[in-house]
């Protein structure tokens, strides 16, 4: 996946791309203030190839968004609340809903005297909202990772994270200071990203080769789990797919003096020994990285009933300068670049083979954190991600960037590319005859396209998954859907935050059937991402409830959860929580019916 290698079609792609699709945006994309809603002025003179929109002192500009108010608390410290306390209920919580929806993401970002740079940074902190009979409960408990452990034990941080390199401890000698430059930067286990479940059992988990198996009654971890005692990879993501027996797939790197290898892993769907952690897990196939020193980044990936699809985007990870990293006090952050030149390459992976497709699926650089669905229909993979035309985001999610208020918090947010659904059409049958440089695509409605222009290479363009209206809330981030049920099959609705801020500031409902949407907004309230549960005996895709953790950062230990009808997206009821609550990343409902 080099420049070289790119189609003709997609050079032209990239060298507009400031002129056409990035001005699209802009002319579509619309800003807010405080009070109203401003059309967007179009940046004029910044094109992608500009040398001075490169530059620190000059970003290229996506939006002109003036007026957001500071969000400063949402990235505060908070105490954990251990022990059950009720919740003020407004509304209705409905009583058909058993069970505790489960939270993860940072809640300490400063340990002493010592700050946290990153959002990812932070301590993890897990939450419970325990929900039955119309009423809640809730409890929070940080996770007792050697991370926090230590950092807490020595008042310092002492244990790098994704933004934060960890400086020479102060008790030891010169000589060891300098020789412990020359180390490997320990993976830390702060699994601040998500819950997930491997054979019946709960984990949090971040990117690393660490998670911790967690009570989900108590929230105390359990035991800590280490992937690399059973399969040889380096790390995991934190969104692994499971199939309807249990059967989990998930993606891991590894690094060896061949370079980096991309690695589809699998899990067995159930324990025979109640001790039972990852014991089984089998490595589906193994991906050599183009660029063996610098792999693609890669947040999640997407799952059909037959493939798994691996997005390798333009994001890179430069090993030199992570391995380099204690020498030179770089944080791992600081290893990451986005380079415009490449293609997005995306890979099938057969999951009862495990034989990867020879067929090279290219698009135009992108992207892309979290897929929305895959499926298989009359010969094509349809897959449906969040997508932006830009990969410098992870940057800017710095804990200093979510602290500004004024101007500079509105030039962070207008440095931001957006995020929109998208949905790509991959021709899975391509034969000896298969045309040339024609689009391959011929399902009703559809305006993606795939064009064969090689042998073995499929150039793709996406179809958008909105209309207009979506440009007025900032895009899309977040998204879920009926999993359980939808997940790998053909589906009608979506869910997810729309970001006219750096975090989600409305709750939306998207109908795929004339790409319709609902929102639910309220002036000053930051909806986190929304979970869909389903209501017993339902019998429509969307009969069910939405649950979504909403921050109050200009008021205090407001925080409440959400819970709206999915189906009219009407709120019901909130239930209100006497303490504060920072910002989270992903959760969970676990059924207790």
């Given at each position: 996946?080099?420049?070289?290698?790119?189609?003709?079609?997609?050079?032209?792609?990239?060298?507009?791309?400031?002129?056409?699709?990035?001005?699209?945006?802009?002319?579509?994309?619309?800003?807010?203030?405080?009070?109203?809603?401003?059309?967007?002025?179009?940046?004029?003179?910044?094109?992608?190839?500009?040398?001075?929109?490169?530059?620190?002192?000059?970003?290229?500009?996506?939006?002109?968004?003036?007026?957001?108010?500071?969000?400063?608390?949402?990235?505060?410290?908070?105490?954990?609340?251990?022990?059950?306390?009720?919740?003020?209920?407004?509304?209705?919580?409905?009583?058909?809903?058993?069970?505790?929806?489960?939270?993860?993401?940072?809640?300490?970002?400063?340990?002493?005297?010592?700050?946290?740079?990153?959002?990812?940074?932070?301590?993890?902190?897990?939450?419970?909202?325990?929900?039955?009979?119309?009423?809640?409960?809730?409890?929070?408990?940080?996770?007792?990772?050697?991370?926090?452990?230590?950092?807490?034990?020595?008042?310092?941080?002492?244990?790098?994270?994704?933004?934060?390199?960890?400086?020479?401890?102060?008790?030891?000698?010169?000589?060891?200071?300098?020789?412990?430059?020359?180390?490997?930067?320990?993976?830390?286990?702060?699994?601040?990203?998500?819950?997930?479940?491997?054979?019946?059992?709960?984990?949090?988990?971040?990117?690393?080769?660490?998670?911790?198996?967690?009570?989900?009654?108590?929230?105390?971890?359990?035991?800590?789990?280490?992937?690399?005692?059973?399969?040889?990879?380096?790390?995991?993501?934190?969104?692994?797919?499971?199939?309807?027996?249990?059967?989990?797939?998930?993606?891991?790197?590894?690094?060896?003096?061949?370079?980096?290898?991309?690695?589809?892993?699998?899990?067995?769907?159930?324990?025979?020994?109640?001790?039972?952690?990852l014991e089984g897990t089998t490595l589906l196939c193994s991906i050599p990285a183009e660029d063996k020193t610098k792999p693609s980044y890669y947040h999640s990936f997407a799952m059909s009933e037959n493939y798994v699809v691996f997005i390798e985007q333009p994001i890179k990870m430069d090993l030199l300068k992570i391995v380099t990293g204690k020498l030179t006090r770089k944080s791992i952050s600081n290893c990451f670049s986005w380079n415009p030149k490449l293609n997005t390459v995306l890979?099938?992976?057969?999951?009862?083979?495990?034989?990867?497709?020879?067929?090279?699926?290219?698009?135009?650089?992108?992207?892309?954190?979290?897929?929305?669905?895959?499926?298989?229909?009359?010969?094509?993979?349809?897959?449906?991600?969040?997508?932006?035309?830009?990969?410098?985001?992870?940057?800017?999610?710095?804990?200093?960037?979510?602290?500004?208020?004024?101007?500079?918090?509105?030039?962070?947010?207008?440095?931001?590319?957006?995020?929109?659904?998208?949905?790509?059409?991959?021709?899975?049958?391509?034969?000896?005859?298969?045309?040339?440089?024609?689009?391959?695509?011929?399902?009703?409605?559809?305006?993606?396209?795939?064009?064969?222009?090689?042998?073995?290479?499929?150039?793709?363009?996406?179809?958008?998954?909105?209309?207009?209206?979506?440009?007025?809330?900032?895009?899309?981030?977040?998204?879920?859907?009926?999993?359980?049920?939808?997940?790998?099959?053909?589906?009608?609705?979506?869910?997810?935050?729309?970001?006219?801020?750096?975090?989600?500031?409305?709750?939306?409902?998207?109908?795929?059937?004339?790409?319709?949407?609902?929102?639910?907004?309220?002036?000053?309230?930051?909806?986190?991402?929304?979970?869909?549960?389903?209501?017993?005996?339902?019998?429509?895709?969307?009969?069910?409830?939405?649950?979504?953790?909403?921050?109050?950062?200009?008021?205090?230990?407001?925080?409440?959860?959400?819970?709206?009808?999915?189906?009219?997206?009407?709120?019901?009821?909130?239930?209100?929580?006497?303490?504060?609550?920072?910002?989270?990343?992903?959760?969970?409902?676990?059924?207790?019916?």
């Amino acid at each position: 996946m080099n420049g070289e290698s790119q189609s003709e079609e997609s050079i032209k792609l990239q060298s507009h791309l400031g002129e056409t699709d990035a001005s699209k945006e802009q002319d579509n994309n619309k800003g807010f203030s405080s009070k109203r809603m401003d059309t967007v002025k179009h940046q004029k003179g910044r094109s992608t190839g500009d040398k001075e929109s490169k530059s620190r002192k000059n970003p290229k500009h996506f939006t002109d968004v003036h007026g957001l108010p500071c969000i400063e608390k949402i990235v505060s410290s908070v105490e954990d609340t251990p022990e059950p306390i009720s919740t003020d209920i407004i509304g209705t919580i409905p009583n058909w809903i058993h069970g505790n929806f489960l939270r993860n993401g940072p809640g300490k970002f400063e340990i002493g005297n010592h700050r946290f740079n990153h959002w990812f940074d932070g301590m993890a902190l897990l939450h419970q909202f325990k929900i039955s009979n119309g009423q809640v409960t809730y409890k929070s408990r940080f996770l007792s990772s050697d991370s926090y452990q230590s950092n807490k034990d020595q008042n310092r941080i002492v244990m790098s994270e994704f933004g934060t390199a960890t400086m020479p401890d102060p008790c030891k000698n010169v000589f060891q200071r300098f020789l412990s430059r020359f180390e490997l930067p320990k993976p830390t286990d702060n699994a601040n990203v998500s819950f997930v479940t491997y054979k019946g059992d709960f984990y949090v988990s971040t990117e690393t080769n660490i998670m911790h198996k967690v009570d989900p009654e108590t929230l105390e971890a359990t035991q800590k789990v280490d992937w690399s005692k059973f399969i040889a990879v380096n790390g995991a993501t934190a969104h692994p797919h499971t199939e309807p027996d249990g059967t989990a797939y998930n993606m891991g790197n590894s690094y060896s003096t061949k370079g980096a290898y991309y690695n589809i892993i699998r899990v067995p769907p159930t324990k025979e020994a109640e001790e039972e952690t990852l014991e089984g897990t089998t490595l589906l196939c193994s991906i050599p990285a183009e660029d063996k020193t610098k792999p693609s980044y890669y947040h999640s990936f997407a799952m059909s009933e037959n493939y798994v699809v691996f997005i390798e985007q333009p994001i890179k990870m430069d090993l030199l300068k992570i391995v380099t990293g204690k020498l030179t006090r770089k944080s791992i952050s600081n290893c990451f670049s986005w380079n415009p030149k490449l293609n997005t390459v995306l890979h099938l992976i057969h999951k009862h083979t495990g034989k990867v497709s020879p067929i090279q699926y290219l698009a135009k650089p992108m992207s892309t954190f979290h897929q929305i669905n895959a499926y298989e229909e009359h010969g094509f993979l349809i897959i449906d991600l969040c997508a932006s035309d830009d990969g410098q985001a992870i940057a800017n999610y710095n804990i200093q960037n979510l602290r500004k208020s004024g101007e500079a918090l509105d030039e962070v947010y207008n440095t931001l590319c957006r995020v929109f659904p998208r949905r790509f059409v991959l021709p899975l049958r391509i034969e000896p005859g298969t045309p040339y440089n024609q689009n391959l695509i011929d399902l009703p409605n559809c305006t993606a396209t795939a064009v064969r222009t090689g042998k073995n290479k499929v150039f793709c363009t996406h179809e958008d998954l909105h209309g207009e209206d979506l440009h007025m809330y900032g895009g899309l981030e977040f998204p879920q859907i009926n999993y359980g049920k939808y997940n790998m099959h053909p589906y009608r609705y979506f869910y997810g935050c729309g970001f006219r801020h750096l975090v989600g500031d409305t709750l939306l409902k998207m109908d795929l059937q004339g790409k319709e949407m609902k929102v639910w907004e309220d002036p000053g309230l930051y909806p986190s991402e929304p979970v869909f549960v389903p209501c017993p005996n339902a019998t429509e895709e969307d009969d069910g409830v939405i649950l979504s953790v909403v921050i109050t950062p200009i008021k205090d230990k407001s925080t409440f959860l959400l819970v709206l009808d999915a189906k009219t997206f009407e709120e019901l009821g909130r239930a209100v929580v006497p303490v504060n609550i920072p910002y989270g990343f992903h959760g969970t409902f676990s059924s207790t019916a």
